[in-house]
């Protein structure tokens, strides 16, 4: 047990002695002439005892009395209970802000507000001399470097504020154990959940303090929408499908209802069972003639309300344009022809202007409109245009994308199958003469896999999405196999989604919304969830981002063009099952919590008051008991 205040036991001095006092001193009684004093024996004990300076006999009234004058005192002085003893005297906090922290099973509270008064604790604390505020959710954020005033920490605490976003904490450790490089005695203390996985520190990052686990949350009673998407209909016709995915961690078997909306107008709804740690498709029907965003909305949902709901847009038919810059390779221009969602135009890769480090960020004047997708066949031009773009057989210039050799004849042995670009696609017998080896950024992600390379993997770098391969089609049997014309299909189709198409592609909270602005265009008005607005201004001659996009719901952007709605979902597993985690794994480290539930770090003066008033009604018992 710690004391805040530790000074307010100073006023036992003050009023202890004085009630000791008061038992020493000899009552002044009334002289009464009587015949005997036989039966006044006790009387002559209590004036000896009353008399100053004798023996203090036992008492209990002052015994009470003094346990009360103690209560208040300790009560005053804000005794607080610590489930764990933090060590180190630099401590850096690391605050999970991310959306299973909005669950509300911290005794009445969300699990961030039950961190937070934790933390203040931990401010509290005599122990520590400096201590570093960090939050994190889908990337890390200083509140407040390192300082001892308890001011200036408790300001950065109020500005903690909950975000709907999924739970990164590699970058905030990282920063934490930078942070504490060279510090002779320093620990981390990470308030979570701990609904994220192992966590990978960068090649060179060091564990250079103790990690400790504070542990919030109790429930799992939960269930998200971790996917939703519009799809247009096979026959070709005006309709559409919304499909969503809804996972569930509730303990046992539930009934909810899927209710789909338009405009807060009911469109559809469907009853589903959810069983704990499976996931089950909804699936509805859309008209597909005209623009309309819909939500798609999961009652009862739990203990989290960010993934109750998610939104997608659907859009009328039109192709995406794309244009190609190939010398000539048939297969890939018939596979693109082909494709009635499409509109490619081919150029010869010599008359692209950027190759040679011409315009790089804006497209070529003599285009009346930027295209939705470039594919480069071949060719790896110094500078990019600063658009969606496909590399066949050639690495985009990228930082971080580096070249480091060539592999001969590699085999695939694994692929993503769960993105969209590789979904519906089988490459175990694709054939590749040779590839490119190289490195990327850890942002990228890799798509096809062989043993000693990546053959094909995509990137957003800066609101712009690139999917490349590290070997020519001309150089493999891939041109000829099922798999090529549904990857290529794929890849346009994620990387046009930013333009209208059946469905934009919704964002996940905290990543940027990157929109495509006219040529005299600057600056687009963008309404936030609940009606906030925002006016932004396009820097450089690239796409506008827009990156305030921590709160889950319906962004309105309004441009000259017009209005277009972006979905913005959490859409996350691991951050629908909200099940708190006994341990976190850091590195090759294994922390279990420290049993600072629910904010353990606890304030117990009301039981000390509590414990005063009982004492005061049992000391006024004895009393009168005595005097009767």
């Not at 198409?501 to 600057?522: F, H």
């Amino acid at each position: 047990m710690n004391l805040l205040d530790p000074g307010m036991l100073a006023w036992l001095a003050v009023f202890i002695p004085p009630l000791v006092l008061l038992y020493f001193l000899k009552l002044k009684r009334k002289e009464h002439p009587v015949t005997s004093i036989i039966l006044w024996q006790r009387s002559i004990q209590d004036l000896r005892a009353n008399s100053p300076f004798q023996r203090l006999r036992k008492n209990l009234l002052l015994f009470l009395q003094i346990l009360v004058f103690v209560l208040v005192a300790a009560a005053l002085a804000r005794p607080v209970l610590l489930g764990l003893r933090i060590s180190g005297s630099h401590r850096v906090l690391l605050i999970d802000q991310s959306a299973s922290m909005s669950s509300k099973d911290a005794g009445g509270r969300t699990r961030l507000e039950a961190a937070i008064e934790t933390a203040f604790g931990l401010i509290d604390d005599p122990d520590r001399e400096n201590m570093m505020i960090i939050g994190f959710g889908s990337d890390a954020r200083t509140y407040c470097s390192f300082t001892d005033s308890s001011v200036e920490l408790r300001n950065a605490l109020s500005k903690v504020s909950q975000l709907q976003t999924e739970t990164r904490v590699d970058g905030a450790l990282e920063v934490a154990f930078t942070a504490l490089k060279g510090k002779t005695s320093g620990s981390v203390i990470v308030l979570s959940d701990g609904a994220f996985g192992a966590v990978g520190l960068k090649q060179g990052s060091e564990i250079t303090a103790p990690v400790h686990f504070l542990r919030f949350g109790s429930g799992s009673a939960n269930a998200g929408i971790v996917g939703i998407e519009a799809k247009r209909e096979a026959d070709g016709g005006g309709r559409a499908q919304v499909l969503a995915a809804v996972f569930s961690s509730f303990p046992g078997e539930q009934s909810a209802v899927a209710e789909l909306r338009r405009d807060d107008r009911l469109v559809d709804a469907a009853e589903i069972t959810l069983k704990p740690g499976t996931t089950v498709p909804c699936v509805f029907g859309v008209d597909a003639t005209e623009h309309g965003a819909y939500t798609v909305r999961i009652t009862p949902g739990g203990l989290m309300d960010a993934d109750d709901e998610a939104g997608v847009t659907v859009e009328p038919a039109s192709p995406a344009a794309v244009h190609l810059y190939s010398k000539g390779s048939f297969f890939l221009k018939k596979a693109l022809e082909q494709d009635r969602e499409i509109e490619v135009t081919v150029e010869d890769p010599d008359s692209y202007s950027g190759k040679d480090g011409g315009r790089t960020d804006v497209w070529p004047e003599d285009f009346p409109s930027p295209p939705d997708v470039v594919v480069f066949d071949g060719l790896s031009p110094s500078n990019r245009p600063a658009m969606n773009s496909l590399y066949l057989g050639c690495l985009p210039p990228i930082p971080g994308i580096v070249r480091t050799g060539i592999v001969s004849e590699p085999v695939v042995f694994d692929w993503n199958r769960t993105h969209p670009i590789t979904r519906y696609a089988e490459f175990s017998i694709l054939y590749v003469k040779e590839s490119a080896s190289f490195s990327m950024p850890e942002t990228a992600s890799a798509l096809i896999e062989a043993k000693d390379c990546p053959l094909a993997a995509c990137v957003s770098d800066r609101g712009v999405r690139v999917v490349w391969t590290g070997f020519n089609l001309q150089g493999s049997d891939w041109p000829v196999q099922v798999s090529f014309p549904v990857f290529l299909k794929n890849s346009i189709s994620w990387l046009s989604s930013g333009r209208e198409r059946t469905s934009s592609v919704p964002v996940k909270p905290g990543s940027p919304i990157a929109l495509v602005l006219g040529k005299n265009e600057t600056t687009a008005r963008i309404i936030k969830p609940g009606g906030e607005q925002a006016v932004v201004e396009r820097k450089g001659s690239g796409p506008l981002l827009f990156a305030d996009t921590f709160r889950t719901g319906l962004y309105v952007a309004e441009t000259a063009a017009g209005k277009r709605v972006i979905a913005c979902n959490l859409a996350s597993e691991s951050e629908s099952d909200i099940t708190p985690k006994d341990q976190i794994e850091v590195g090759e480290t294994r922390v279990s919590t420290g049993g600072m539930d629910e904010g353990t770090t606890k304030e117990v003066w009301r039981l000390a008051v509590l414990a005063a008033f009982i004492l005061m009604a049992l000391e006024w018992y004895v009393y009168h008991r005595k005097a009767s």
